[in-house]
């Protein structure tokens, strides 16, 4: 290896040392601390109690479980709705592809805030769904949306899709028609070319675009704070509360562990899946 690729390697890890392990040591070590009235919030690391407080308490384990109920349907909706979008994208003319494209991260120039404020006035009883449900004569009072599992799904789905559709789009759009063709001049049905081909070679795609949207969904909190009901229970809310509002600072580092090392086990399998298919 010569000197300059030692030294940008050398970069790299020092900045990963920087932005990623030094703060998780730092939120390790405040999860072994006791919590105390003072500045800060923590004394010296003492034993593992706050990690047997996690598992004593059946609030947590359902917080997590909650939370990776939420993160699965909603990655599976966002797939469901991306894939076909990014294929679409995919076989536009060259011309209409940019421009697709740039519909689909527009949204990303307003604040994720005011997006999700959005779905509240429309969503709300007196909101502009209801309003023309009921002017349409369809249904004769508000219905609920607002504070309902379906609004966070809803929410979830609408602010991450973005992150499914381009990996998706950037692996689709690399994909040979000629393989289509030739798999249609050997008899194959279109449905039947789309599973045996043009599927299998977008899986890594749809890995990609799994995780960008998984990942982020499992610690979500302003989507279910804002959208969700009193029993849509995540992780993501139950520590800020831990954080903010009991100023448990040592208790909030243990569960921000317990869910980093959690979302650490994806990682690993979508990096062995890649590594996998760089031998293939």
């Known amino acids: ?29 405040i999860s072994f601390a006791t919590a105390q009235l003072s500045v800060p919030p923590y004394g010296p690391p003492s034993t593992a109690g706050n990690y047997a407080a996690l598992l004593r308490d059946s609030l947590y384990f359902k917080a997590y479980v909650g939370s990776l109920r939420i993160a699965l349907i909603s990655t599976a909706l966002t797939l ?19 421009i697709l494209l740039l519909l689909v991260v527009l949204p990303f120039w307003t ?32 219905l609920r949306f607002l504070n309902t599992g379906g609004a966070v799904y809803l929410g979830i ?13 950037a692996r689709l759009e690399k994909l040979d028609p000629a393989l289509l063709e030739a798999a249609a001049d050997l008899g194959a049905k279109p449905w039947s070319a789309f599973l045996k081909i043009t599927l299998p070679l977008s899986l890594p795609g ?51 562990v317990i869910l980093l090392t959690v979302l650490v086990l994806p990682i690993m399998w979508f990096q062995a899946a890649q590594k996998q298919e760089a031998r293939a």
């Open 111 to 142: 604040s994720f805030l005011i997006r999700i404020y959005a779905w509240i006035g429309l969503l709300r009883p007196t909101g502009l769904i209801n309003l023309v449900l009921e002017s349409l004569g369809l249904i004769t009072e508000p």
């Open 80 to 98: 469901l709705l991306g894939y076909p979008m990014a294929y679409a994208i995919a076989r536009a003319p060259q011309r209409w592809r940019h």
């Open 157 to 169: 789905v609408y602010a991450y899709l973005p992150f499914m559709v381009l990996p998706l789009y």
């Open 1 to 29: 290896m010569t000197g300059p690729a030692k030294t940008s390697l050398l970069a790299v890890w020092l900045w990963i040392g920087l932005v990623l392990l030094l703060p998780f040591a730092i939120v390790l070590k």
């Open 206 to 256: 749809v890995l990609a675009g799994c995780l960008l949207v998984f990942i982020p969904a499992v610690g979500e909190f302003v989507i279910p704070e804002l959208l969700g009901g009193p029993d849509t229970l995540m992780i993501g809310k139950v520590l800020w509360t831990e954080f903010f509002t009991n100023r448990n600072w040592p208790m909030s580092a243990a569960v921000a």
